[in-house]
Each structure stands twice: as structure tokens, then as C-alpha cells.
């Protein structure tokens, strides 16, 4: 289905539902004067989103730095001297400690992430084990170990994993300026690994890389015309960090942050889009505004993978003066209503 927006802009028509977005549409939805893009992403999130709850991800370097990969953006390439470390995997123990001081704070979803550019068959049981311990506390499990065969899948899925978190990053025409180590379609394939094995797939992107609007928009196409779009879609500002070859990039206008997040709302109306890297350069008004604009997810905690977030404290008070819930409260929120009828 299509639908025409009227705008001082023109007459743009641009489709509505699950369908293949053209690059050409969501560029049209880019330039829609932004009052009016907002409220197209607002009609949409309030659709799907009734309860309007906003998603805590806490995130964990599981295996920090020492990566063979070229990644431009990345302090955890071992090619770039970043002082990031190059560590071995965590123990099972200080895992489980993080993923409970998570759940502690309110978060609902545990994010292991380790700078692989694969992992090798012992570190899969190493990071299953890590896995099944934080699912049995109650969490939702997601991993982000770089690229995966059909089998590594299945192993991750078997031992609880309900997310694999593995960005596109950019437009096909702009990954070879960014990475050289892999090509797009080993990020398409580990994507349809996951699918196949039957885990939730969280994927998304970078923006401010040097990218072009209408490479943005190629990102976001690739992004919702997966078969079908992720459930979690992380939209990445790019951190600058000194030391790696995208240091130095001219910085995003914030409000082109902002139409990035609303088109990805608009093409992906049920999925989680998080409001992930950048959210501490941003500040808080522009965050308010990805909130309006449809972002419905944060990670949350003090760090990243190796770069900081905002503090939880100025989280949990941004999203309490927004009147905004979290998940961990809708969840709190539900047992009681069980309860409460189990006493009738
Ligand atoms: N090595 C695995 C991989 O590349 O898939 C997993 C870890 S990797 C650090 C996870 C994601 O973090 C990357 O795909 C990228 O989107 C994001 N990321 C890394 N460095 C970043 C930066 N400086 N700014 C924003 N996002 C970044
Ligand atoms: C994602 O899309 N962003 C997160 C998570 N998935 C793994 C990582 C952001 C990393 C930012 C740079 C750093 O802290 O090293
Ligand atoms: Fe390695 Fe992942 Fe960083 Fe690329 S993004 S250098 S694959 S850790």
C-alpha cells in the first residue's frame, strides 16, 4: 500500500506497510520537512507501541580488543593504536556479576559482546556457558561475536541465545570505504544463519561516517527489506575515537540523527529501534527528540563496549522526568497484576 503525504516540500508517496522499500522512498521520506516526519513516526510507534516503554540493553566487552578486522570506526581493531588492551575472554564468574548488577539497575536484556572477526569452536562453549548462566537469571540473552556458521548458530540458540546482534553498518556502495577485511554479503550471510537457527536477529548501523544522505537511506532499506526486518534495530552514532582512520570525520547534524531514527521507525514499525553509540555527545534534548521520533530502546549502563554512556542515574532521571516507562517496570508491572488475580 501507498499513501500520499501532502508537504510544502510536494506530493511524496510513500509506502506504508511490510513490502520492499525502494531506496528512492525512504530518501522520500528523509526529505520530508521534519515537523512532518515526525509525526508520521509518532502515528507509527504509537501504533505499535501503545505503552510507549522504552527497552534497557546493558552491554558487556566479554572479550576486549586484539580484532584482526579493519573496521574504520573501530578502537578494537589490534591495527590501530587506540590503548584499548587486547584482553582474553572474561570468566564465567565476573560475567554473571555484570549480568546481575544489570538486572539489578533495571535492565532487561544483557548484550555479551566480544571483538572476533569469528569465533573458534572453544570460545562458542565458553560464551554458551555464559549464555545459559544469564537466560536462568531471567534475562534476555543477546551476543555479538562477529561472524557465525549455520552450526555456530544452532550451538548459540541450544544454550538459550534469543538475540544475535550483527550490523549491516552502511550502504552496500559505501562498506568497502569503511571495512576491507570482509565484504557485505559475510555480514548477510551470518544474518541468515541466525534466522535459520531460530534467533531473534538484532541488526542495524552506523551513521556520521562520511556516509551521504542517500546512503543512509541504502542503509535503512537493506535494514527493513531483510525477510523479515530485525526485531532490534541499533542505530549507531559513530564515536569518534583517536587513533582509529574515522577520527576526525565531520560530524552528523544531530537532526539528521533525528530523520534517521524516524525512517527507521517508519520502514520497521514493530521492531525495537535503540538509540545506541553517541547518546552521551548528544546531550538531552536530542535524545528527547529520538524518543519522539520513535526510538524505544537504550543501552544502558556507565560503558559501552570500551566507550562510555551516559551514567545510569542521568538515564533512569531523563527517562522519569519524560514520564517514560522501562521495560524492567512493565514487567514488575505484570507480575503484580498476576498476583493480584491469583489472590481474587
Ligand atoms: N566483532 C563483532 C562485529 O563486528 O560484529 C562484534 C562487536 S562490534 C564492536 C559491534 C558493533 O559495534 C559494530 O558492528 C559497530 O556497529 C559498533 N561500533 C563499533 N565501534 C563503534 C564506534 N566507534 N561508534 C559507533 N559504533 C561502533
Ligand atoms: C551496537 O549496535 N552498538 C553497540 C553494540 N551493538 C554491541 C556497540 C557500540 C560500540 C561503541 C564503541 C565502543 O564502546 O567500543
Ligand atoms: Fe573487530 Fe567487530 Fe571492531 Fe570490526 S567492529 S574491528 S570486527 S571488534
Redesign the pocket.
Known amino acids: 500500500m501507498t499513501v500520499s503525504t501532502h508537504s510544502p516540500a510536494g506530493l511524496h508517496s510513500v509506502p506504508t506497510s511490510a513490502q520492499t522499500w525502494t531506496v528512492a522512498a525512504i530518501a522520500a521520506l528523509f526529505d520530508l520537512p521534519f515537523n512532518d516526519l515526525l509525526y508520521r513516526a509518532q502515528q507509527v510507534h504509537r501504533a505499535h507501541f501503545p505503552g510507549a516503554e522504552v527497552e534497557l540493553a546493558t552491554l558487556l566487552s566479554i572479550k576486549t580488543g586484539g580484532?584482526p578486522?579493519d573496521?574504520g570506526?573501530?578502537?578494537?581493531a589490534a591495527r590501530y593504536h587506540t590503548g584499548v588492551e587486547a584482553e582474553k575472554l572474561l570468566p564465567l564468574a565476573q560475567v554473571v556479576a555484570a549480568a546481575q548488577a544489570a538486572k539489578h539497575n533495571g535492565a532487561t536484556r544483557f548484550c555479551m559482546?566480544?571483538?572476533?572477526?569469528e569465533p573458534k569452536g572453544r570460545d562458542i562453549e565458553r560464551v554458551q556457558a555464559m549464555i545459559s548462566a544469564v537466560k536462568a537469571m531471567g534475562l534476555e540473552t543477546c551476543a555479538?561475536?562477529?561472524?557465525l556458521s549455520d552450526e555456530q548458530a544452532l550451538q548459540l540458540k541450544a544454550s538459550g541465545l534469543d538475540y544475535y546482534?550483527?550490523?549491516l553498518?552502511t550502504a552496500p556502495e559505501f562498506y568497502g570505504n569503511i571495512v576491507t577485511t570482509r565484504v557485505y554479503q559475510d555480514r548477510l550471510d551470518t544474518l541468515g544463519h541466525v534466522r535459520r537457527a531460530g534467533i531473534k536477529v538484532c541488526c542495524?548501523?552506523?551513521v556520521g561516517m562520511g556516509e551521504s544522505r542517500l546512503q543512509r537511506a541504502g542503509l535503512i532499506a537493506q535494514l527493513a527489506n531483510l525477510d523479515p526486518y530485525p526485531e532490534s534495530v541499533?542505530i549507531?552514532?559513530?564515536?569518534?575515537?583517536p587513533g582509529?582512520p574515522?577520527n576526525g570525520t565531520e560530524p552528523l547534524d544531530p537532526i539528521e540523527f533525528v530523520r534517521t531514527i524516524a525512517v527507521a521507525r517508519i520502514t520497521m514499525p514493530e521492531a525495537r529501534v535503540r538509540l545506541?553509540?553517541?547518546r552521551r555527545e548528544f546531550g538531552e534534548a536530542v535524545q528527547v527528540l529520538c524518543f519522539l521520533a520513535g526510538a524505544n530502546s537504550i543501552f544502558y549502563g556507565d560503558k559501552l563496549?570500551t566507550?562510555c554512556n551516559p551514567e545510569a542515574e542521568a538515564d533512569r532521571a531523563l527517562l522519569a522526568k519524560l514520564g517514560l516507562k522501562t521495560s524492567a517496570q512493565d514487567a514488575a508491572a505484570s507480575c503484580g497484576d498476576c498476583a493480584a488475580r491469583s489472590a481474587d
Open positions: 580484532c578486522e573496521c570506526y573501530c578502537p578494537q559482546g566480544a571483538a572476533w572477526r555479538t561475536l562477529g561472524m546482534n550483527h550490523n553498518d542495524g548501523g552506523i541499533p549507531n552514532h559513530l564515536v569518534q575515537v582509529t574515522l545506541s553509540a553517541g563496549l566507550t
